[in-house]
Structure formats: C-alpha cells, structure tokens
C-alpha cells in the first residue's frame, strides 16, 4: 500500500497558523527519531544502537514487541524511516519531506510505502482505508507535537 499527503506548516495567506522556520520543523522531526516517546503513542521506550553520518538504526519497544528500523536524514530535506516486515509490523518505508513551495510557506509531505495490500483478497479496502486514516491523524498529531516543542523555545 501507498499513502501520500501534504500537511501545510506555514500559509503567508492564513495568520492563524503559528508560523514555524525550516530550521525547527527540520529539528522536530531530528528530535522525532531521538526521543520518538515524545510523539508516537504506545511507544514504552527507543533505543538508538548504531549511528552513521546520515543514519540511525534503532529498537523500538511496544510491550513486549520490539521493531528495529534505520532512519535516514537528507539534512533539512527529509527523514526517512526503514522497517523491515515482522509478525507484529507490516514494515515498508515512511519519508517526511519538508517542501518550500513559494515565499513564506512550508509543507511536509508524508509517503508511506508498506507491504500491506491496499485490498484484501475480497477486494475490500475498508481496512487499508482505517490504516490510512490512522496514519494522516498521526502526522497531523507529529505536527501538534512540532509546533508544542517550538512554542517552548526547545527547537530554536
């Protein structure tokens, strides 16, 4: 399955955004991969146990499920992260990008590429629907999140 969408950050039209510099959208999703507690819910605890000069490969603990990934940094590009399919994960890739499409806005797009099918084998795609829709909610929470930690003065 296949899922992709833009969350908008910044809009010059629309004052009632708090407005967020690439800098600190670009440190809450580094900060995402360092203390993922802070955003993903579930999470008991994350364990970073190799580091490379653009990478990460990590342990994640859910209960008594355990999900290693690899996240990749394009800096103040994109973060993408890496999982392998598991018995308790469907693994696949999620890559968040961040986008200045003119002067004064700034986008993040989220792809999500899993090995999940986007039907079953009846044809329905109500369950790939409910993962979709969970997924955009847990972007969107990601930027609630972003935009809490700049408030603080914690991203810059």
Known sequence: MRFE???EINDPRNIQLDTLTPEQLWQGLVLRTAEPELFVMGLDRAEIVERGGDYVVRLLHFGKAIIRDRVVFVPRRQVRYETAAT???AGGTLTMAIETPGPGALLLRFVYETTMPAIDESGDDRYAE????AYHEADIDTVRKIRELAATGRLG
């Open 130 to 133: 409910i993962v979709k829709s």
């Open 87 to 89: 018995a308790e994960h």
């Open 5 to 7: 969408h833009l969350v």
